[in-house]
């Protein structure tokens, strides 16, 4: 047999059993959570705030968490869009230019930081400038922590559209804004929906950049003055507690991050999908 197939079917088998791998692990952690926390899964666990005793295994839900990540993560992927973007068309407009590389060295650098770093950061600039622990400075502690994530994937995908493509708006009359709007945006943007995708479910998922700067709350938070709770904390919160009953409700809580996850990227890809029929291949 030649080598070359010999090859071709061993490398088959590792991406094969790569792929295995990969696939049993993400349906055997959806299992264990779902197992664990099946006895807990009720309707009152996401229409109910916490009452007087929850964590003490007594009635109630985790809506104020459920709503106070949900705003932290959506404000905090707003605020990174409205940095990353400007700054990704800039620098693809000046390419090989020293700003370029040193401003995506930053942003590689930046994705390696911990995230419990941005969190410290997050929490001298709220004590620097005299502020609480709020809704406000978990949006954004979370921001910093996806900026460079966003921005990375954003400028991948924006490195891909075809130069011909650019030539050919600006012999059209095009402006170099309006390039970058009305052309690379367009051709991009399935690939930026996925990039926010991914910068959203990086912040919805992470507690050790909350944990110093939102605080804490049995309420949702109606202004961005006020502490705020977050599914991660909450699952924290309640497997730190010696009563079963209410670690079954921190898997329960768990199944819900990883469902809400999950519909947020169903419905990107709908739409990133949707966009691209009208792209240019």
Avoid: C
């Avoid at 996925?194 to 912040?203: D, E, P």
Wanted: aromatic fraction near 10%; avoid cysteine.
């Amino acid at each position: 047999m030649d080598m070359r197939r010999i090859e071709e079917k061993i490398m088959k088998t590792f991406m094969m059993i790569a792929t295995g791998i990969i696939v049993g692990g993400l349906i055997f952690i959806i299992l264990i959570i779902i197992i664990k926390g099946f006895p807990a899964m009720k309707l009152s666990m996401i229409t109910q705030l916490p009452e007087g005793g929850f964590y003490l295994g007594k009635e109630g839900g985790i809506l104020n968490a459920i709503t106070g990540s949900l705003m932290i993560a959506g404000g905090a992927t707003l605020l990174a869009i409205l940095l990353s973007i400007p700054v990704i068309l800039y620098i693809n407009r000046k390419q090989n230019s020293l700003l370029a590389h040193l401003t995506r060295f930053s942003f590689d650098v930046l994705w390696g930081v911990p995230s419990i770093v941005y969190g410290a950061f997050g929490f001298s600039l709220m004590l620097f400038f005299g502020i609480r622990a709020s809704l406000w400075g978990g949006i954004i502690a979370i921001a910093f922590l996806e900026l460079p994530i966003m921005s990375r994937a954003v400028d991948e995908v924006v490195r891909m559209v075809p130069s011909e493509l650019k030539e050919a708006a600006y012999s059209l009359g095009a402006t170099k804004l309006e390039t970058s709007y009305k052309v690379i945006l367009r051709q991009s943007f399935s690939g930026i929906v996925t990039a926010i995708l991914i910068s959203f479910g990086r912040g919805i998922g992470d507690a050790a950049a909350v944990i110093f700067t939102a605080g804490y709350s049995d309420y949702i938070p109606e202004s961005l003055t006020q502490p705020a709770a977050t599914l991660p904390l909450a699952i924290f919160f309640q497997l730190g507690t010696p009563f079963p009953e209410v670690q079954e409700r921190a898997y329960a809580s768990a199944f819900i991050l990883t469902l809400i996850i999950l519909v947020v990227s169903i419905i990107s890809r709908i739409i990133g999908t949707k966009i691209s029929k009208h792209s240019i291949k």
